[in-house]
């Protein structure tokens, strides 16, 4: 089904029962057509985080948690994030005998969805630290130009270093927008690159072309990939994008095109 079926911009009624027919997967596929040929896009994984989490344990008392959601890159589908919040939602009067049952249920319903496993990791509501940015931030560079749409043509390697390098950069700029109700979304974007030194002013004008982009946040991280490991051609990449909550949840989808480059899932001060 077409993302136009989905419940994205429509008014809905929040079900008060368990609900797992909700949620809506979106096939991978058609973004993907025009990189079929960069095989590092299926590499890597999506980490959700969802702030409001309920259940019911078996005496009926409500529990809360925080969730992250663990989604691989290869599944054919993404989940529609407004079906997610749904789903979650239709779980708030479900009553489990057990955290372990809760998990399990969730893990079954979105694997189904995703056509992939998805694993789920519970956190106390005190207990997701608050991360810090590592790498050099290039936000206060002044690009020599700028675009409102995705523009590969931005990127270029250094003119004044022939040197490989190894460098994580990362920018608090990135905006997109959803691609069906062109609400903006808000994210920090991190580079890992190892090869020919690029122009860090260009990596940020590419960057900031985004700005009046209408993708999913998965599609925005693989096109950011594609076109960088296609034009600076490094030896190895990573882009990892953490963008900030919309109805309860953050996604922070990450591409690379070596698994021993995978970060770990974090949580910025602004998620």
């Known amino acids: 089904m077409s993302v136009e079926h989905s419940l994205l911009g429509k008014d809905t009624n929040y079900p008060t029962e368990y609900q797992p027919d909700i949620l809506f997967p979106i096939s991978r596929a058609p973004a993907r057509e025009k990189y079929a040929h960069v095989e590092a896009i299926q590499q890597g994984k999506d980490w959700w985080h969802v702030f409001e989490i309920s259940w019911?344990?078996?005496a009926g008392v409500p529990q809360v948690a925080i969730g992250r959601i663990t989604l691989p890159a290869f599944s054919p589908n993404l989940i529609e994030s407004k079906s997610l919040k749904l789903y979650f939602n239709s779980l708030n009067f479900a009553k489990f005998d057990s955290q372990e049952a809760f998990i399990t249920t969730v893990e079954k319903d979105l694997s189904k969805a995703a056509g992939?496993?998805?694993?789920?990791?519970?956190?106390?509501?005190?207990?997701?630290?608050?991360s810090k940015p590592e790498g050099i931030c290039i936000d206060d560079l002044t690009p020599e130009r700028l675009e409102n749409h995705p523009d590969a043509s931005l990127l270029s390697l250094n003119?004044?270093?022939?040197?490989?390098?190894?460098?994580?950069?990362?920018?608090?700029?990135?905006?997109?927008?959803?691609?069906v109700t062109g609400q903006p979304d808000w994210g920090t974007v991190f580079i890992r690159y190892q090869g020919k030194k690029p122009c860090y002013k260009s990596i940020l004008a590419y960057i900031i072309s985004y700005r009046q982009h209408n993708g999913f946040h998965e599609q925005c991280v693989e096109q950011m990939?594609?076109?960088?490991?296609?034009?600076?051609?490094?030896e190895k990449l990573m882009v990892y994008a953490t963008y900030t909550r919309r109805g309860g949840l953050d996604i922070n989808p990450c591409r690379v095109s070596d698994s021993t480059w995978m970060p770990r899932p974090i949580r910025l001060a602004r998620q």
Not at 116 to 130: C, G, P, S, Y
């Open 159 to 179: 003119q004044h270093s022939d040197e490989n390098i190894e460098v994580q950069l990362y920018s608090h700029l990135l905006r997109s927008n959803c691609p």
């Open 225 to 234: 990939f594609a076109d960088i490991w296609q034009n600076l051609k490094p």
């Open 116 to 130: 992939a496993e998805i694993t789920l990791d519970l956190f106390h509501v005190d207990e997701l630290e608050i």
């Open 56 to 58: 019911l344990n078996a």
